[in-house]
């Protein structure tokens, strides 16, 4: 009986030996393959590549993170260029905000910001409100896309944070005749009150910003209330949200979160909610789900 017990026992401790040695390889389907290629095998099932461009802009090398859906050369796809803040980058912009995994069946696009020559942010990549050189990148950017996909020319968005949501009221006020709808995060419009259209527009804030204060937002908004011709605000069912309805079709979304001056997580799904809403033109809403709308 003793002789039994110690041959299952044997036995056992055999089964959860071959068990742990067979892990690793349960574990790994694409052993072998470095991680890089395997990222790269991954985003080629979905995207366009390479994703990674660069382009040339009236003699200056520009680049871009171009999330392009492979349906998108066929079909008419919105879409939406989102602008890092200031010191940041494409990557990490595509990382931290993840537009393109919230809304997949959009080409979203990361730009890359230059390199300030001189001032207080010497060295640090941005978008300059003061000339010309990034709104001919982003010209190019679009005729480029275009010419290449099948975009949804009415369903063009901005979105930025910080230094690049700056830089979408400038869009708004300068390319008031290309883009659909802005969502400026964590920022305040520096342009004069002249040039700007009604649009559609999500601004994001954060209670506690430390550097552009709530008050300097507030501001702004107030304004855009204006512009858009806005009724008073209405709670939506997405924390820190009120909708403000416009008589003209232009409404203004707005989210106070409880933060500082980050890129709020929770802002994604709602942002990408009001743009599937958005467009110069018809737009079929009955499978779209816009905050409070």
């Known amino acids: ?65 171009v999330f392009a859906p492979k349906t998108s050369r066929d079909r008419p796809t919105p879409l939406v260029l989102m602008f890092h803040g200031s010191g940041g980058t494409s990557e990490k912009s595509a990382r931290m905000v993840g537009l393109h995994r919230e809304w997949p069946q959009a080409i979203v696009v990361y730009p890359q910001g230059r390199s300030r020559d001189q001032g207080p942010k010497s060295g640090q990549t941005g978008w300059r409100l003061r000339e010309d050189g990034d709104l001919a990148f982003v010209d190019h950017l679009l005729t480029t896309l275009k010419a290449e996909l099948n975009v949804d020319a009415d369903r063009i968005h901005a979105a930025g944070h910080s230094n690049g949501g700056f830089f979408c009221y400038l869009l708004w006020q300068q390319r008031g005749d290309v883009f659909a709808s802005y969502s400026p995060v964590a920022c305040f419009s520096r342009q004069t009150r002249e040039g700007f259209s009604p649009a559609p527009v999500f601004h994001v804030a954060g209670r506690k910003d430390p550097l552009v204060q709530l008050q300097e937002q507030m501001e702004t908004v107030r304004w855009v209330q204006e512009v858009n011709r ?64």
């Open 230 to 293: 806005c009724s008073e605000g209405v709670r939506t069912r997405d924390p820190g949200c009120r909708l403000f309805r416009s008589e003209i079709q232009k409404p203004l979304l707005v989210m106070i979160h409880p933060g500082g001056h980050e890129f709020p997580e929770s802002a994604v799904p709602v942002m990408v909610r009001f743009f599937r809403r958005q467009s110069r033109g018809p737009v079929d809403n009955s499978s779209t789900d816009a905050a409070g709308q």
């Open 1 to 65: 009986m003793s002789r039994t017990i110690r041959c299952r026992g044997q036995l056992a401790a055999l089964a959860l030996l071959l068990l742990i040695l067979a892990q690793p390889a349960l574990a790994q389907p694409r052993r072998g393959r470095p991680a890089q290629e395997n990222r790269r095998a991954d985003l080629a099932e979905r995207y366009l590549l390479p994703i990674r461009r660069e382009f040339n802009v009236d003699g200056q090398s520009r680049s871009a993170l």
